[in-house]
């Protein structure tokens, strides 16, 4: 089954201890991207991936770091989480160039830090 | 980043209701997409509109593409109980290949249906 997944799906932690989010598709898809969703402020983009080895930064990057060593998978790191990283975050693929409308999304994770 | 508006921000009707509900933009897009999130998932999408007053229609859904290219609104008739859940509109400039990841979301419109 076609699909994206992330690990954890819930995850509590403290200020300053740094935490993965995996993602992982299995669609061979060369676009990948990380979200996070806040009330009233809908999904805002965080960073996203062309292909292996290429990154950018979308709207609100700070304070994350993410890697595209395969072409599946696209972790985001927090290095030291703060409370205001409190958020529902989702990672979503796309097939490639001229294909951005079939985002595909994976569940999401809520992640809270104390 | 820029932001798109959504209207309304919540709704609550019956079922059976029809139910409308608009985005907004200060730039222009070349492409709009509707998605919808149910409790506990990911977005999903609905449908997508890639020309200036197109009219597409999914099953109780349709969606235009506003003739500004800043605006689309979405209906959807006859609302059932599993309507429930958070519909996003969504932008893409489609100015460059490449660069397939850069959505613009909305801030999304909840709707609750009651029976």
């Known amino acids: 089954e076609a699909q994206v997944t992330q690990n954890p799906r819930y995850l509590i932690t403290v200020t300053g201890k740094k935490l993965t989010v995996t993602c992982s598709q299995n669609m061979n898809h060369e676009y990948m991207s990380w979200y996070r969703q806040d009330p009233g402020l809908g999904l805002r983009q965080i960073y996203y991936s062309m292909n292996v080895e290429v990154t950018d930064k979308g709207d609100v990057p700070e304070g994350y770091k993410v890697s595209r060593k395969e072409k599946r998978n696209f972790p985001l790191i927090l290095e030291s989480p703060s409370p205001n990283q409190t958020s529902l975050y989702f990672c979503?693929?796309?097939?490639?160039?001229?294909?951005?409308?079939?985002?595909?999304f994976g569940p999401g994770t809520r992640l809270t830090v104390l | 980043g820029q932001q798109l508006n959504q209207s309304p921000q919540s709704m609550f009707i019956q079922e059976g209701e029809d139910v409308s509900m608009n985005c907004t933009s200060s730039?222009?897009?070349?492409?709009w997409l509707w998605y919808k999130q149910d409790p506990g998932e990911g977005p999903v999408l609905l449908i997508a509109?890639?020309?200036?007053?197109e009219l597409t229609s999914n099953g109780r859904l349709t969606a235009q593409f506003g003739i500004t290219r800043k605006d689309s609104f979405l209906n959807i008739s006859a609302s059932i109980p599993s309507d429930v859940g958070i519909y996003f509109c969504?932008?893409?400039?489609?100015?460059?290949?490449?660069?397939?990841?850069?959505?613009?979301f909305g801030t999304g419109t909840r709707l609750q249906v009651t029976l």
């Open positions: 979503a693929s796309t097939l490639g160039t001229g294909y951005f409308d079939e985002q595909f």
């Open positions: 509109l890639y020309k200036a007053g």
């Open positions: 969504a932008g893409h400039p489609r100015i460059n290949t490449g660069t397939a990841s850069k959505l613009t």
């Open positions: 730039s222009i897009f070349n492409t």
